[in-house]
């Protein structure tokens, strides 16, 4: 199994609180994604990043922030959390644009 | 805009069956596509990967081909077991911003 850590694992938290994901990992891949799936939608694309300080957005991005400032560590921050943000999130890395390997998954629930 | 299908949602079949699930995309344009196996309450697994210049790629009872000129692949599993349960996902990858999934096929293997 792929060395990716999230935390939490699970949370809960209230409307407008910010909240912040962590996503670890120990490969040293180039390539880190933060995903959301919900049922009806599948899995898509919030952020994702191909180096460290380098960013970009996906296809769900509003309401959503991240950073890399290390290799191993990507962040992924819901500014003022709202009830539609409630989900499970997939922290997810590669190293060259082949196989992408996924976390176990981070249950958020915004109440 | 990359769009994935997959047929069916939802499949119930006996133990031993060998048996086809499907996957299309609407965008020939693609890098890779992958298979991934997603249980309940977990991350997904890489199951196979294709590249966009192959035909197939095998895995023990797995076998997976494609057809990029149509925007299909299909994932083939022979001799289905109990332990073969679960969310089987197709994704593409079209570069860098990662991979356009399916919502998946659920598969149940009664023994």
């Known amino acids: 199994d792929a060395g990716i850590t999230q935390s939490p694992r699970h949370k809960v938290t209230e409307t407008g609180t910010p909240v912040t994901l962590r996503c670890h990992q120990t490969e040293n891949h180039r390539y880190m994604y933060w995903y959301r799936q919900d049922p009806g939608h599948g899995l898509r694309l919030i952020h994702y990043?191909?180096?460290?300080?380098?960013?970009d957005k996906g296809e769900v991005s509003d309401g959503y922030s991240v950073s890399r400032s290390k290799t191993e560590d990507f962040l992924l921050t819901l500014e003022s959390a709202t009830s539609s943000q409630t989900s499970v999130y997939f922290c997810a890395i590669s190293e060259d644009l082949t196989v992408v390997y996924f976390g176990e998954g981070s249950w958020l629930t915004v109440v | 805009k990359q769009e994935v299908t997959q047929i069916p949602a939802a499949l119930s079949v006996p133990e031993g069956e060998n048996l086809v699930l499907n996957c299309s995309f609407t965008?020939?344009?693609?890098?890779?596509l992958q298979w991934f196996r997603q249980d309940p309450g977990k991350g997904l697994t890489s199951l196979l990967l294709i590249q966009s210049s192959q035909r197939e790629q095998t895995s023990g009872r797995l076998n997976a081909s494609l057809d990029k000129s149509s925007g299909r692949s299909t994932l083939y599993i022979a001799a289905s077991q109990p332990g073969d349960s679960a969310t089987y996902l197709c994704?593409?990858?079209?570069?860098?911003?990662?991979?356009?999934f399916g919502s998946g096929t659920r598969l149940q293997v009664q023994p």
């Open positions: 994704a593409v990858s079209t570069g860098r911003r990662a991979l356009t």
């Open positions: 965008d020939s344009a693609i890098y890779n």
């Open positions: 990043s191909y180096g460290v300080k380098d960013t």
